[in-house]
């Protein structure tokens, strides 16, 4: 059995509580010890980050050898008492588990000719519901994943159109830019050209004025 455990100090550890059973031990007795040891450290774990946050407002800054660091190295010999605490929840859990056998085996398969006329599958056992409780977090925690992923990718999506509506309006305006462009070299070739055939036309005029006459060539007309 797995559990975060949150620090005051922001860090996270993960906690595991691991037990060793012969295969023929109740599994709903395991996983309720389990569970008992899970939320018993988590309260000692409390209870000694409480003590030491309060014997650090009460002594400051303290030196090595002072009383509040006596008492952090307390702490830590505090956690080897968590093994009294663990050793009195499993002896009280055998012993719940003795005077309340049937409680722990309801449901489960082999308990005589009560449940000798259903099958295996049908037959809905503690074991059964811890395993389908897991399957369901499992499967919340994959499509909360797969929620985050599609979220995600939604703002890459919205990004990109924005990118691409920006893109696309800079397209439009560089065609505007280019038309105009275009107009304005247009405009200017023909003010060139026009320019080219009135000086021509003005030195045609000067070449046949000297040898007809100005101004309206009469010594060629007559």
Same mark, same amino acid.
């Given at each position: 059995?797995?559990?975060?455990?949150?620090?005051?100090?922001?860090?996270?550890?993960?906690?595991?509580?691991?037990?060793?059973?012969?295969?023929?031990?109740?599994?709903?007795?395991?996983?309720?010890?389990?569970?008992?040891?899970?939320?018993?450290?988590?309260?000692?774990?409390?209870?000694?980050?409480?003590?030491?946050?309060?014997?650090?407002?009460?002594?400051?800054?303290?030196?090595?050898?002072?009383?509040?660091?006596?008492?952090?190295?307390?702490?830590?010999?505090?956690?080897?008492?968590?093994?009294?605490?663990?050793?009195?929840?499993?002896?009280?859990?055998?012993?719940?588990?003795?005077?309340?056998?049937?409680?722990?085996?309801?449901?489960?398969?082999? !308990?005589?000719?009560?449940?000798?006329?259903?099958?295996? &599958?049908?037959?809905?056992?503690?074991? *059964? /519901? +811890?395993?389908? @409780? #897991?399957?369901?977090?499992?499967?919340?925690? !994959?499509?909360?994943?797969?929620?985050?992923?599609?979220? &995600?990718?939604?703002?890459?999506?919205? *990004? /990109? +159109?924005?990118? @691409? #509506?920006?893109?696309?309006?800079?397209?439009?305006?560089?065609?505007?830019?280019?038309?105009?462009?275009?107009?304005?070299?247009?405009?200017?070739?023909?003010?060139?050209?026009?320019?080219?055939?009135?000086?021509?036309?003005?030195?045609?005029?000067?070449?046949?004025?000297?040898?007809?006459?100005?101004?309206?060539?009469?010594?060629?007309?007559?």
């Amino acid at each position: 059995m797995k559990k975060t455990l949150h620090g005051a100090d922001g860090g996270t550890d993960l906690v595991t509580v691991v037990t060793l059973a012969h295969q023929n031990v109740n599994r709903t007795l395991i996983l309720s010890t389990l569970k008992k040891i899970m939320d018993k450290y988590f309260e000692f774990r409390e209870d000694l980050g409480r003590t030491a946050t309060a014997s650090a407002l009460d002594a400051g800054d303290a030196a090595p050898g002072s009383p509040q660091t006596l008492h952090e190295e307390s702490n830590l010999g505090k956690l080897g008492e968590f093994k009294l605490y663990m050793t009195q929840i499993i002896k009280f859990e055998e012993l719940q588990y003795d005077t309340n056998r049937r409680m722990y085996s309801f449901g489960a398969a082999g !308990l005589g000719d009560r449940y000798s006329d259903q099958e295996p &599958g049908e037959i809905i056992t503690p074991n *059964s /519901l +811890v395993s389908a @409780t #897991e399957e369901v977090d499992e499967v919340r925690s !994959l499509m909360l994943e797969n929620i985050n992923k599609i979220l &995600g990718r939604g703002d890459k999506i919205s *990004s /990109l +159109v924005d990118q @691409t #509506e920006r893109l696309q309006s800079s397209s439009v305006m560089f065609q505007k830019n280019a038309l105009a462009i275009k107009r304005q070299m247009w405009w200017s070739n023909i003010k060139f050209f026009g320019i080219l055939g009135g000086i021509g036309l003005v030195l045609l005029y000067l070449f046949i004025g000297v040898e007809c006459g100005y101004p309206f060539f009469s010594e060629c007309i007559h």
